[in-house]
């Protein structure tokens, strides 16, 4: 059944994502601040003409700030009983926040990060991590399994964030591990291919070795391969992992490897300047022993 749909936040992850449920027979209006044009999607003047007759309103903004802003204006257009489907990364207060508004103005509100990047928005391939009450996901079901191929409830609002920024910092933390790793057996005159036969095959191994290496040449095709464009840029990385420690000291959790991580990157950031890198450039700031 063709769904309408107001879509807000055109960017590298939202155009793709819109234009996917224009192509698959969506009705789809979509707003950006920065008026972009999509494939199949009508363009409209603001967020309050995207979300008004709207069955289902996607988000996919920059922050929690921007988010608060884009759901006060479209709360009161919406009609009780619709979605609002917010696919951001933001802190676990902003979805929280963001959803008890929605939800007393008579609406559903889910909380649906994801994880793919643009690639995956573009195929129609990401993970969709969700928050929020059944009724909700059960009516946006359909448009996850255009927009990716898995969709997992995590439970009750900010669950779906909660989801996402544990496993972007566990994600961050094995990155550095395994190139501090790669960098010791440098100095070691071990062999890298040496090294990635025995971690990708013994307990050492995870994501960031066995999938998305950060040495060029070993492993499968990854960044590392490609001058390190990303792929994932270190700043959304940076930016992950910042979410990460605010959700933890505001539930008074110990994380301190997600600390060390979030120090480590935000070094790596200020000293990319603006080049821009994947996250798995990491290796190049221990190869260098880094600054200091
Ligand atoms: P982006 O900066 O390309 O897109 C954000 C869009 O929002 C921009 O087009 C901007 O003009 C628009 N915008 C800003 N304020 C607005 C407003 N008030 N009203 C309407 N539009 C507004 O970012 P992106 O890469 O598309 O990422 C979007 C979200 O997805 C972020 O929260 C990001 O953390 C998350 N995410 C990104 C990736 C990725 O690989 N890029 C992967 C997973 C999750």
């Not at 979605?83 to 959803?99: E, G, I, K, Q």
């Not at 191929?149 to 990155?175: E, F, Y």
Request: a negative charge.
């Amino acid at each position: 059944r063709a769904m309408k749909i107001g879509f807000i936040g055109l960017g590298n992850m939202g155009a793709p994502m819109a234009a996917n449920l224009a192509k698959a027979g969506h009705s789809v209006r979509g707003f950006d601040t920065a008026s972009v044009v999509v494939d199949g999607v009508e363009p409209v003047n603001s967020a309050t003409e995207a979300a008004e007759g709207a069955e289902v309103v996607i988000t996919m903004l920059p922050n929690g700030d921007i988010l608060r802003k884009v759901a006060a204006e479209v709360i009161p257009a919406m009609e009780k009983g619709a979605v609002l489907l917010d696919c951001s990364t933001v802190d676990v207060d902003s979805a929280r926040d963001v959803a008890a508004e929605a939800e007393a103005a008579g609406l559903l509100a889910l909380d649906a990060p994801v994880s793919g990047g643009i690639g995956g928005a573009s195929a129609g391939t990401l993970t969709f991590m969700v928050g929020g009450a059944p009724e909700g996901f059960a009516k946006a079901k359909p448009l996850f399994d255009i927009m990716g191929q898995k969709a997992v409830h995590c439970g009750a609002s900010g669950n779906g964030q909660a989801a996402k920024i544990c496993n972007n910092m566990i994600l961050g933390v094995t990155m550095i591990a395994t190139c501090e790793a790669f960098a010791l057996a440098d100095k070691l005159g071990l062999d890298r291919q040496a090294m990635f036969d025995v971690v990708s095959t013994s307990s050492g191994y995870s994501w960031s070795m066995n999938a998305y290496c950060p040495a060029p040449g070993i492993g499968p095709h990854s960044p590392a391969d490609n001058g390190y464009t990303p792929g994932f840029a270190a700043e959304l990385m940076l930016k992950d992992l910042g979410l990460a420690q605010q959700a933890a000291e505001g539930a008074d959790a110990d994380t301190p490897m997600g600390a060390a991580a979030l120090a480590l990157y935000r070094q790596f950031v200020e000293d990319e300047d603006g080049r821009g890198r994947d996250f798995s450039a990491m290796l190049l700031r221990f190869e260098s022993r880094g600054r200091g």
